[in-house]
């Protein structure tokens, strides 16, 4: 079948279906994630097949390309190849798994991340096809520094397969370690992409959606000034609509307190979990790039913080009547150790929100975090190295699993193919029905 234009190919009955049932991908951002104990899994590489065949122009800028479907999940949570999904009975959330069927029947210890529940919870297995994306091909004798940018999703040719990779190292850069963070030219390669605006943006991932909870993970404080008390303030007051109000200025805190995705819901940092990697036994790493986002109404001066492994951060934020607002933990000025010490907040209680003046409700407070690249324990290139003038270096977006520049080495500018530049949403469950039924 040969496609010429998006029009024809919405008239595909496949596609109609793609964009209408995962629409609630969207609602749900990355998608949620859990994490296994189970077999080691060998590390996968996002491969594609054509189904469309190839379009006789190949240039990246005209509105032709050629279709793939994509297969595995090394670049998930950015594109999904054929997996299973399961909904959450409690939080009606629902997470997608790869590898469903490797081990016979199901993998062990089957869990939803954003309840920290067993399997014997999760229901409405579905089965989805790989998204579909469009690789616009590089005309040759082009220089692809004059196209490509940090970030962007190219197309890899390579042991005789198509793999699609994110770009995250330019010719000449540097590529560098600090602990396992990989790092471009001395900084995060993560927060690099994070500040630019990409056709595809990097990924953030679920860890706490306060509307699909009855029972919120946010609690009031204790009072600073007396840590004797042991009783919890009632100052921030949260709503049958499960929003949070304060209308007075006060000494106390709205903590929110991480619960263990895979350890029956036990006070727990944030950890690197993906939920999608079913089966995989590996060494979790701590989180430090989370995003708090929400509604708010009212107006007033009020203070978040964030727990980091680098310290405490923190934003102010005056709001002026209704209002979104999302605040990255990265974005906070660090605290001293002795202000930090004054507001609860710790590995297990990561972020903090104080009212210093007004009246504000919160709504819809979410919080995420974003794909951190790194290198694995047994990832044994040196560092820090040169790319050369013609040297590209990739890395998958499902980081503890994707077969990338971290075993090939660098990507010579022949072995890139073409840039995607589309891509069909993520087909997931409907779970609507399904979203606050029931809680913990
Ligand atoms: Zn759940």
């Not at 990924?203 to 699909?212: E, I, K, Q």
């Amino acid at each position: 079948m040969i496609l010429t234009t998006p029009t024809r190919l919405f008239q595909n009955g496949l596609f109609r279906w793609c964009f209408l049932a995962l629409f609630l991908s969207v609602v749900l951002g990355s998608g949620l994630y859990l994490n296994y104990n189970g077999k080691n899994l060998p590390r996968s590489s996002e491969t594609m097949r054509g189904i469309f065949g190839t379009l006789g122009k190949r240039s990246t800028d005209s509105q032709s390309g050629q279709w793939y479907r994509v297969q595995g999940g090394s670049m998930a949570p950015t594109l999904y190849g054929d997996c299973r999904s399961f909904s959450c009975q409690q939080c009606g959330l629902a997470s997608p798994f790869f590898n469903f069927d490797q081990h016979g029947t199901r993998p062990p210890k089957l869990t939803c991340s954003h309840c920290g529940i067993f399997e014997n919870n999760l229901v409405r297995s579905e089965e989805s096809s790989g998204q579909l994306v469009r690789v616009n091909h590089f005309t040759s004798g082009v220089d692809l520094k004059d196209i490509l940018r940090r970030g962007d999703l190219v197309a890899i040719k390579k042991d005789d397969a198509v793999h699609i990779k994110r770009l995250v190292g330019l010719p000449n850069d540097w590529v560098d370690s600090e602990g396992l963070h990989l790092k471009i030219s001395g900084q995060r390669v993560e927060d690099m992409i994070l500040s630019q605006a990409n056709q595809f943006p990097l990924p953030w991932l679920l860890v706490d959606l306060d509307s699909a909870r009855l029972v919120s993970r946010w609690k009031n404080s204790v009072r600073i000034s007396d840590a004797s008390e042991d009783v919890l303030a009632d100052d921030w007051i949260r709503s049958e609509l499960r929003s949070w109000e304060c209308s007075e200025e006060t000494n106390h805190w709205l903590v929110y307190q991480h619960r263990s995705q895979t350890r029956g819901s036990i006070p727990s940092p944030v950890w690197d979990d993906c939920v999608f990697n079913t089966g995989l036994s590996r060494k979790l790493h701590l989180v430090n790039r989370l995003r708090l986002s929400g509604e708010s109404l009212g107006k007033g001066d009020v203070e978040f913080v964030f727990w980091t492994t680098e310290g405490a951060r923190h934003v102010m934020k005056s709001f002026q009547g209704p209002a979104k607002f999302t605040i990255r933990s990265i974005e906070g000025d660090l605290l001293s150790s002795e202000a930090s010490a004054e507001i609860p907040i710790s590995d297990v209680m990561v972020i903090g929100i104080h009212l210093l003046s007004g009246t504000v409700e919160l709504k819809d407070l979410k919080i995420d975090r974003s794909v951190e690249y790194r290198w694995r324990p047994n990832d044994d290139r040196p560092t820090p190295f040169q790319l050369s003038a013609d040297e590209w270096f990739v890395l998958g977006d499902n980081v503890p699993v994707s077969k990338d520049s971290r075993e090939w080495g660098a990507i010579r500018s022949a072995e890139l193919i073409g840039l995607v530049d589309q891509a069909t949403k993520f087909a997931s469950p409907s779970l609507h029905e399904l979203m606050g039924r029931i809680d913990d």
